[in-house]
């Protein structure tokens, strides 16, 4: 199944660390449509392609979230973060806010960890093109084994660049709530 990634934001690490035991974390259960349940099981590649293109959505648990699978939010966000503004990951990861576990449970197999501010930043102030051609660089990196797939990931920084608009317009903060 893989590891599951939900980006959210919210106004403080206390209200980031009660997403913790929401089930299904603060996406909640997202339905599938009965005909798009038919074509993935009819073997529509399309179908499959549209279920796996990341979008901010609004949660039954009253947040706005980006699900993902694949991209974790301590070292790929770090290069992301080192993509956009120049900085070293060794500077990144010594950031008080880089990874830092706001609740853990189950020995580690559910997290919520912060992003930085300064990437939340970053986000904010790039223009969809830009993102796109950071999304290409980001795509052949060592972290993506240099495959990434620059379309899905540029899709993902869109969305990810909205959520962080978002959350600086709330004075809100961005995190990810993790499950193994």
Same mark, same amino acid.
């Given at each position: 199944?893989?590891?599951?990634? /939900?980006?959210? =934001?919210? *106004?403080?690490?206390?209200? *980031? &660390? =009660? ?5 299904? !974390? ?11 349940? #038919? &074509? $993935?099981?009819?073997? +529509?590649?399309? #179908? ?14 009253? %947040? ?6 694949? $991209? ?12 956009? @503004?120049?900085?070293? @990951?060794?500077? $990144? ?7 830092? +576990?706001? &609740?853990?449970? /189950? ?14 930043? *970053? %986000?904010?102030?790039? =223009?969809?093109?830009?993102? +796109?051609? $950071? ?5 052949? @990196?060592?972290?993506?084994? !240099?495959? !990434? /797939?620059?379309?899905?990931? =540029? ?8 959520? #962080?608009?978002? &959350? ?13």
């Amino acid at each position: 199944m893989g590891v599951l990634y /939900d980006y959210f =934001a919210t *106004a403080s690490d206390e209200h *980031a &660390a =009660a997403t913790i035991d929401l089930k299904g !974390g603060p996406a909640g259960a997202e339905p599938v449509s009965p005909e798009l349940q #038919a &074509a $993935i099981r009819a073997g +529509d590649h399309e #179908a499959n392609h549209r279920l796996m293109r990341p979008r901010v959505r609004f949660s039954e648990h009253g %947040l706005n979230v980006l699900s993902v699978k694949g $991209i974790d939010p301590v070292v790929q966000m770090g290069t992301l973060e080192e993509l956009l @503004t120049g900085v070293s @990951t060794d500077v $990144i990861f010594a950031r008080p806010r880089s990874g830092l +576990d706001v &609740a853990v449970r /189950d020995e580690g197999e559910r997290l919520v960890l912060s992003l930085t501010d300064e990437l939340q930043q *970053a %986000l904010v102030e790039q =223009a969809p093109e830009q993102l +796109d051609a $950071i999304a290409v660089s980001w795509s052949q @990196t060592e972290e993506f084994w !240099g495959h !990434g /797939d620059p379309e899905v990931l =540029a899709d993902f920084l869109r969305e990810l660049s909205q959520l #962080a608009r978002h &959350a600086r317009d709330r004075n809100h903060r961005l995190y990810c709530w993790v499950c193994v």
